[in-house]
């Protein structure tokens, strides 16, 4: 999981701001949000600056806004325009998407002609950024996308830890999904689910969608994984408009197996933390006992 963010700015990155922006002295700052590899603040509800956590996160961030300068160009749905900021220290600039976060429960809300909308929008995002050439990404920094540790070692502490039928169903989709070449056919986002979204609750449309750092090389049927974090039902209308625009079928059962493998691995690790086992183990008993994606 997550580490926690702080639940106040640290004086040292508001301090950073200011003197590589002055006029931002007598702002507001607030934390937005925190990442595997940066700490987001929010400046004046307008600005989100991105703060890396060490080297690794400094890479990171500098390999994000050169892919965001890369796909900007082909995207309809707005994404951040980031700037890097060198000093004092090295954060990221740019302006806020207006709109909030979407969850599952927000989804349950929505008439069937805003979640046909949604499903839409995810469609087009994907089918224009899946269109990218390969070298001109490859070029910006892309790679092949980073997979799941599915090995049999690590998902053994998993099985004494749901009911038998799931844990039957589990095991043999997993031999399924091992038996599979996953190609690194298109150049994806495969982070597409709410925490990243810019959600406009009251027209109930999508403004925008950010953070690019888990943009890679992979499978078309990934972008769909993280999507069925918000509802199989999403994830299966996404699926159906994908098709309709690029003429290019996502098989549901790829998408099942994949979203298995994410979740099993998910799990594994919050068994070795002890964090949040509870909420992890709800998730893959709902997704092996579902069947709208499968």
Not at 29 to 49: E, N, Q, T, Y
Not at 168 to 192: C, H, I, L, S
Request: hydrophobic fraction near 45%; charged fraction near 25%.
């Amino acid at each position: 999981m997550l580490p926690e963010a702080p639940v106040e700015v640290p004086p040292e990155l508001r301090a950073a701001v200011i003197e590589a922006f002055p006029q931002y002295r007598s702002a507001c700052f607030s934390v937005a949000g925190r990442g595997w590899h940066s700490l987001a603040v929010d400046i004046d509800d307008c600005l989100i600056a991105k703060f890396p956590q060490g080297p690794e996160a400094a890479c990171a961030l500098r390999r994000e806004a050169s892919l965001l300068a890369a796909v900007r160009p082909h995207l309809t749905l707005p994404v951040p325009d980031m700037k890097l900021v060198e000093r004092p220290i090295l954060f990221s600039l740019h302006k806020k998407l207006t709109g909030s976060i979407f969850l599952a429960a927000d989804y349950e809300l929505l008439p069937d002609r805003a979640r046909d909308a949604l499903a839409e929008t995810l469609a087009q995002f994907f089918a224009e950024i899946h269109a990218i050439e390969r070298k001109f990404m490859h070029a910006a920094g892309a790679g092949p996308v980073e997979w799941w540790d599915v090995r049999a070692g690590t998902l053994a502490p998993i099985w004494s830890q749901i009911p038998a039928p799931v844990t039957e169903r589990a095991q043999a989709v997993m031999k399924k999904y091992a038996g599979r070449e996953w190609e690194d056919d298109v150049y994806g986002f495969f982070d597409a689910h709410g925490w990243n979204m810019a959600f406009d609750h009251e027209a109930s449309r999508l403004n925008g969608i950010f953070d690019f750092a888990d943009s890679d090389f992979g499978p078309a049927a990934r972008e769909f994984v993280p999507v069925s974090l918000i509802s199989p039902d999403l994830a299966r209308r996404s699926m159906r408009a994908y098709g309709k625009l690029t003429g290019r079928n996502i098989d549901p059962g790829d998408v099942f197996m994949l979203t298995a493998a994410a979740r099993l691995s998910e799990f594994a690790g919050v068994l070795e933390t002890g964090e949040h086992v509870n909420d992890m183990r709800a998730l893959v008993i709902d997704w092996f006992t579902q069947a709208e994606i499968e």
